[in-house]
């Protein structure tokens, strides 16, 4: 579904992201791992179009988008959450999500129509979905720092993404909350990772510190260090590659410990 | 609207906005169609002329506030729509109507133009790219003597018969003010308005829910230099002429200011802001030329006191007593 190809991107003399590869297949659940600084969010935004490739090739179901406008890759189907919580923090929590509803609807240019009356059964039921339903109301700004992440989510589902990008989906969130969105995306999954009701079969990729649950939900990890990529495989055959282990892991991988801190 | 099942809240929300507004605007307008009769000719044209300024600054506001757009020379497409029908009714034969509806439409056409060169600077750029290419369209106006009159303008333009009295283009006025306002609070709560609150807010995250910013940016200053354009037509319904310091920075400045004053995120605030505004000129203006000393001073006031402006402030203080009003009618209803 998704080939990036060897991509450089430079930001004045430091190579951020120098030669990485990705492969994303339809219906995966796909974990990008690396040291802070490896250029995680960097790769994201390249292929989410926030930043423009110097170099290489982003395929994204059989159509190159690299240096495509960011609006334009969202509605070919990619979706995406920020690392740093990047939300309409003056607007409510249900209008934060009807905004992406209604641009995927195509309504964003409707000038007469009223929005309160608009995409209201499609906000409501991701709201429900990801569990903000009584929050509806609420000012997105005065949410805690864990539902804004889980909002951040919300929105990105509302454009009805094939491939949804997570960029630390977890970041700062108490052990609970880190639970319930692991939860989260897993029921977002595909139905081998929910084995249970309410699957909805995405392809999502993700970036993710905590180690544990990487190799627990992950069907493929990509492991990057110094802006490359060192290895793309099954859990099992990175978690045995010396090479990973010397440069990331920095632990008996066989006996996972808590994980890195994070940034 | 109410669709919102399962979501009290944002339903008891929206009802109070629409409704806490209703009558009081209903009880206003009652007031003033029935104010000329009543009040001396020089009172109805000091509020006509409160209605043309209000609709010109409610237009900016539509990029300034909604859009959050450094629109730093909106006075030029004020201008452009005034002068568009004086030439019209000075030097052609066509009906008066052609020109009402050609003046928003030329202001458009140039906002168009100036605004999809904007668009592409953020910021500051945006606004100094504004000014110089605004003050390109002023120098225009000003010089070119004998088509535009240069810095004389056009004087004694013929208002057609039915708008022959004073009283009359009183009325036209506020019936045009209160089209263009309904106009504009249906395109606020439009999914369009809404998208562009939220550019306003976060332009990187709407790219990334698929919204064209730039598109959204420029159609938000084509619909603002449109309704600047109806002002400006309404000025020379009013004055019947036309000159070149309609187009000046300064006056952007001052609409800009009016904006500020009454509450750039509110619908009405630009309104109660152009109402001061003008007011203050017309009355401490009596008594002297430094008017503008007393503008000052309230500037520094409202900065350090009401940063949210006049009408802000009014409804932060009025926010828990309609709050009360609003649970006891939930009660009731």
Redesign the interface.
């Known amino acids: 579904m998704l080939q990036v190809e060897a991509v450089h991107k430079s930001f004045g003399d430091f190579a951020a992201v120098y030669g990485a590869s990705l492969t994303v297949e339809k219906g995966e659940l796909v974990a990008v791992i690396g040291p802070n600084g490896a250029g995680k969010t960097t790769l994201f935004n390249l292929i989410t179009g926030q930043l423009k490739p110097d170099k290489g090739k982003i395929v994204f179901k059989g159509e190159e988008i690299s240096g495509l406008p960011a609006y334009q890759i969202c509605k070919m189907g990619i979706g995406r959450s920020f690392q740093i919580v990047n939300i309409f923090p003056r607007l409510t929590v249900f209008e934060n999500v009807q905004v992406a509803v209604l641009s995927h609807q195509r309504q964003s240019s409707n000038l007469f129509s009223p929005a309160q009356s608009l995409a209201v059964e499609e906000t409501h039921r991701i709201l429900e979905s990801v569990g903000l339903s009584g929050q509806a109301g609420n000012i997105a700004g005065s949410l805690s720092h864990g539902d804004q992440k889980i909002l951040e989510i919300a929105i990105a589902l509302g454009n009805e993404p094939e491939l949804l990008i997570l960029d630390e989906p977890t970041a700062g969130m108490s052990p609970e909350e880190t639970a319930a969105t692991i939860q989260l995306i897993k029921q977002l999954a595909g139905p081998e990772q929910s084995r249970g009701a309410g699957a909805q079969g995405l392809t999502i990729l993700f970036c993710e510190h905590d180690m544990d649950v990487v190799f627990d939900i992950a069907q493929s990890i990509m492991v990057m260090h110094h802006g490359q990529t060192l290895i793309q495989g099954k859990p099992e055959e990175v978690r045995m590659n010396t090479q990973v282990q010397e440069a990331y892991l920095g632990f008996d991988a066989a006996q996972p410990s808590g994980g890195e801190p994070d940034a | 609207?109410f669709?919102?099942v399962?979501?009290?809240?944002?339903t008891?929300?929206?009802r109070l906005v629409s409704h806490r507004w209703l009558w009081p605007a209903v009880g206003v307008f009652i007031i003033l169609l029935i104010l000329p009769p009543l009040a001396p000719r020089f009172y109805v044209y000091i509020f006509a002329l409160i209605f043309v300024t209000a609709l010109l600054a409610m237009s900016l506001n539509l990029t300034v506030g909604y859009g959050g757009l450094f629109q730093f020379h909106h006075s030029v497409f004020y201008g452009v729509g005034a002068y568009t029908l004086a030439l019209m009714l000075t030097k052609t034969s066509l009906p008066m109507w052609v020109g009402f509806i050609a003046g928003p439409i030329m202001a458009a056409v140039v906002g168009l133009f100036i605004g999809w060169f904007c668009v592409r600077l953020s910021q500051l750029y945006f606004g100094m790219l504004q000014i110089s290419l605004g003050s390109l369209i002023w120098a225009i106006v000003f010089r070119w003597y004998t088509f535009t009159g240069g810095d004389d303008g056009i004087h004694g333009i013929p208002r057609p018969p039915i708008l022959s009295s004073s009283n009359r283009a009183y009325y036209f006025i506020l019936f045009a003010l209160v089209i263009c306002l309904v106009a504009m609070y249906?395109?606020v709560?439009?999914?369009?308005?809404?998208?562009l609150?939220?550019v306003r807010?976060?332009p990187?995250?709407?790219?990334?829910?698929?919204?064209?910013?730039r598109?959204?940016q420029l159609?938000a200053i084509v619909?603002a230099t449109f309704f600047a354009g109806v002002a400006g037509v309404l000025f020379v319904v009013l004055e019947r002429s036309v000159f070149p310091s309609l187009l000046f920075w300064t006056l952007s400045l001052e609409i800009f200011i009016m904006c500020l004053l009454g509450g750039w995120f509110t619908f009405a605030g630009p309104m109660l802001g152009a109402a001061i505004i003008v007011a203050l000129r017309t009355f401490v203006g009596k008594y002297t030329e430094y008017w503008t000393l007393v503008l000052g001073v309230i500037l520094i006031l409202l900065i350090f006191f009401l940063p949210e402006g006049v009408m802000g402030y009014f409804l932060r203080i009025g926010g828990s007593a309609n709050r009360r009003i609003g649970e006891s009618g939930k009660g009731a209803g």
Not at chain 2, 6 to 10: H, I, K, R
């Open positions: 609207m669709k919102g399962g979501n009290p809240s944002t008891l929300r929206t249906i395109i709560k439009s999914p369009f308005g809404a998208t609150q939220a807010d976060n990187q995250r709407c790219e990334a829910v698929g919204i064209n910013v598109r959204h159609m619909i």
